[in-house]
Nanobody
Framework: QVQLVESGGGLVQPGGSLRLSCAAS????????MGWYRQTPGNQRELVAG???????NYADSVKGRFTISRDNAKNTMYLQMNSLQPEDTAVYYC??????????????WGQGTQVTVSS
């Protein structure tokens, strides 16, 4: 089991920055593929950024060059630095951890979400 708790959301003006954090507990954090997703009302949850245990990253085209995902395995924490925020970035942001066990069982965990609102 993995418990994920997001923090750092809030209200920011267009062009501003926020840093989201995802604190993990309950398992070996470093072996999980981690990701940030976001969801707006009436829409499916979409991947914003992901990071493998080896440190490879991928980003949604809409956030490339503005958002940076990182992880500190010693602190069991993942981050999402969001710069140049735009109103279209407004959403609930979710932290995700997943892996496949040696027995080929998929494990998938979500945090409770944190609201990010970009508005003047």
């Amino acid at each position: 089991q993995v418990q994920l708790v997001e923090s750092g959301g809030g209200l920011v003006q267009p062009g501003g920055s926020l840093r989201l954090s995802c604190a993990a507990s309950g398992s070996i954090f470093s072996i999980y593929k981690m990701g940030w997703y976001r969801q707006t009302p009436g829409n499916q949850r979409e991947l914003v950024a992901g990071m493998t245990p080896a440190g490879s990253t991928n980003y949604a085209d809409s956030v490339k060059g503005r958002f940076t995902i990182s992880r500190d395995n010693a602190k069991n924490t993942m981050y999402l630095q969001m710069n140049s925020l735009q109103p279209e970035d407004t959403a609930v942001y979710y932290c995700n951890a997943r892996r496949i066990t040696l027995a080929s069982i998929p494990l998938n965990y979500w945090g409770q979400g944190t609201q990010v609102t970009v508005s003047s």
